[in-house]
Structure formats: C-alpha cells, structure tokens
C-alpha cells in the first residue's frame, strides 16, 4: 500500500504487505530528515533518519528514500506488522529546528 | 537514558489559572523544544532553547512562558489559557549541533476548561 502523506493521510495495508508513505518537505535548505512513528497517547519515536547528502538509508525493515530534486521523501516498511499501526510523520531539521509533515495514519488489517 | 521525563502527563485547569508543564532530560542535551499537539495533527514548534537560553519563538502568544533554569530543565508556564489551547504538550531535546535526531517525551495532555 502506498499514502501521498499530504493528500491521503490514511493508509491501510494487509499484514505481510509492503508500505510506503510519502511525504513532501518544504524548505530546500533542510538537510536532515527523520521518519517519526507515534502511537496513541505516546510522544513520537525515532524510526530513521537521513542526511541530504545521501538518497537512500535502510534499516531494520524500513528503507528511507530521499529526493531533494523534488523535495519528497518516502518511508518503506518491509513485511507491515499490526504493531506498525501508527502514525508516521517526517520531519525536516534546518539548523536546530525540526518541523513536521502532515503525518499518515498506517493501519494494519490481520 | 536516553530519556525525556515530562510532567503531568495530565493536567486539567480553568481559565483563570496558572500552572506549569515541566520537562527533564539527561542525555547532556544542549538544545530544548516545546511542541504543541491537537488531535491528529503534527507536533507544532512553540519554542527552542539552545544552550539555556531562547533561540526560537514561534509566534507564540505571551500566554504561554517559557523557562530553562539549567541545561537538564525545561518548564513551560501557562496562565490565562483558552479553551482551544487544549492540547498535547511535547517536550523534546537534541544535541545542538550535528545530524541527531530529537528524543521526545510522552506529552502532557492539557484541558483548558
């Protein structure tokens, strides 16, 4: 499954499956950027990040591509699991100021 | 510890009131960061601390105070609050300089009633 993050802010997938939420940032002089997980009534929780020098990063399961051309950037989640279900947002760093994206919700359906 | 403590994690007060949010990390982190939350939107920035002192004020009404009285503390002082300041406040703290990512806290949950 696949979001558009700040047109489709809602993603459901079937466990097992492969997601990927996009998001688009705003400011061309960012260069560093962080996928955030939050769930229900907690704070947000570091996933990955990536430096504007690079334009791919993987981790355990998840995979961060980036594209300064376009400013996009998405998150990859290999093999969804129901404990992904959250909200995903990224965040762009310009000079000790992180702002976020709009954010999607990630539903897992068992 | 890559911990970021904050208190209450809720809090219910009336318009004419005043209380304070605090926030403690001990990570060694120079920088600081209140956010504001509403229902299924992204943190909003308020404030940045670096170095104990206020680097970003994001045109935050004066209702809202905040305080950084040692490098470990970050408290936010809130009086004569508004309903539609009913949100979740989010402290977060990170290195000052470098690619390092923002450590957050659980929030406090603020009713304004």
């Known amino acids: 499954g696949e979001s558009v993050g700040l047109h489709l802010p809602t993603l459901s997938v079937q466990e097992g499956d492969n997601s990927i939420i996009n998001c688009a940032y705003s400011n061309s002089a960012s260069d560093y950027f962080i996928w955030y997980k939050q769930e229900s009534g907690k704070g947000p929780q570091f996933i990955i990040d990536i430096r504007s020098n690079m334009d791919k990063r993987q981790g355990q399961r998840v995979t961060v591509l980036l594209n300064k051309t376009v400013k996009h950037l998405s998150l990859q989640i290999a093999a969804t699991q129901p404990g992904d279900s959250a909200v995903y947002f990224c965040a762009e760093n310009t000079g000790n100021q992180f702002y976020f994206g709009t954010g999607t919700s990630l539903t897992v359906i068992p | 510890d890559t911990e970021v403590t904050q208190t209450p994690k809720h809090l219910v007060m009336g318009m004419t009131n005043k209380k304070s949010l605090k926030c403690e990390q001990h990570?060694?982190?120079?920088?600081m960061y209140w956010y504001k939350q509403k229902a299924k939107k992204p943190p909003e920035l308020m404030f940045v601390y670096s170095y104990e002192k206020l680097s970003i004020n994001e045109s935050v009404p004066s209702r809202f105070s905040p305080e950084c009285p040692n490098s470990s503390l970050l408290n936010l002082h809130l009086h004569a609050l508004q309903p539609e300041d009913s949100a979740l406040y989010l402290c977060?703290?990170?290195?000052?300089?470098?690619?390092?990512?923002?450590?957050f806290g659980q929030g406090t949950r603020l009713t304004v009633v």
């Open positions: 977060a703290s990170s290195q000052v300089r470098g690619f390092t990512e923002a450590f």
């Open positions: 990570m060694g982190h120079r920088a």
